[in-house]
């Protein structure tokens, strides 16, 4: 195995390892080499991921070695985890989203009746999104959160209000509750999409 081998070795290893990392006497053991020639190795491939502009870097904390992103891309890396964009939303999600949208205010306890499992991991997702949002507490024992929409929600989707959703089945029979989910938001796309070419088209008559 050549020089160029082993630093790829190497950078597999890293991406692997994940956010442990791996130190250069164990990264050694792994390729059966002397620790000072892999410490080598890092180095030289720290300077290729640098010249080469690439979008991962390694770096060394407490000992160990990571491959991690670029503190420069963050911004890129935000965006992406709070796009509320369907496509990365699971059906769990996706549904938990309808329910909420159409049964607001309501708490996670009614939440997983309607769905017949649990929520609470659902129901983070969409918070981080800022999709939905604790909006009162329930007049119930241990005053449970109370969910309901966001601005981002109704922006996203283009409605104005939150009586503008589709007229849906949704509720009236819990065994197509998924197939009844994905029918709501292919109204909701063909909307935001509709939506979209009429001002592009108001835009276009003004000029």
């Known amino acids: 195995?050549?020089?160029?081998?082993?630093?790829?070795?190497?950078?597999?290893?890293?991406?692997?390892?994940?956010?442990?990392?791996?130190?250069?006497?164990?990264?050694?053991?792994?390729?059966?080499?002397?620790?000072?020639?892999?410490?080598?190795?890092?180095?030289?491939?720290?300077?290729?991921?640098?010249?080469?502009?690439?979008?991962?870097?390694?770096?060394?904390?407490?000992?160990?070695?990571?491959?991690?992103?670029?503190p420069a891309h963050a911004p890129y890396f935000e965006r992406l985890a709070y796009s509320p964009t369907r496509s990365s939303l699971s059906q769990a999600a996706l549904e938990t989203l309808a329910i909420v949208a159409y049964k607001q205010p309501i708490t996670r306890v009614e939440i997983e009746e309607i769905r017949g499992v649990k929520a609470e991991r659902a129901l983070q997702t969409l918070v981080a999104k800022d999709l939905i949002q604790e909006v009162d507490r329930a007049d119930a024992p241990g005053r449970p959160i109370l969910y309901g929409t966001t601005k981002a929600?109704?922006?996203?989707?283009?409605?104005?209000?939150?009586?503008?959703?589709?007229e849906t089945s949704l509720f009236q029979n819990d065994d197509n509750l998924e197939e009844e989910t994905r029918l709501l938001f292919d109204k909701l796309d063909a909307k935001q999409i509709d939506d979209q070419q009429m001002t592009f088209d108001d835009v276009s008559d003004l000029e």
């Open 1 to 70: 195995m050549d020089f160029q081998q082993m630093k790829s070795v190497i950078e597999g290893l890293l991406f692997v390892a994940g956010d442990e990392g791996l130190d250069a006497k164990q990264l050694a053991e792994v390729m059966e080499q002397h620790t000072d020639f892999v410490k080598e190795l890092v180095l030289d491939l720290q300077a290729d991921l640098q010249r080469d502009q690439r979008g991962l870097q390694i770096v060394e904390m407490a000992g160990a070695y990571q491959l991690t992103t670029l």
């Open 153 to 166: 929600f109704l922006d996203y989707f283009a409605l104005s209000s939150i009586d503008e959703l589709p």
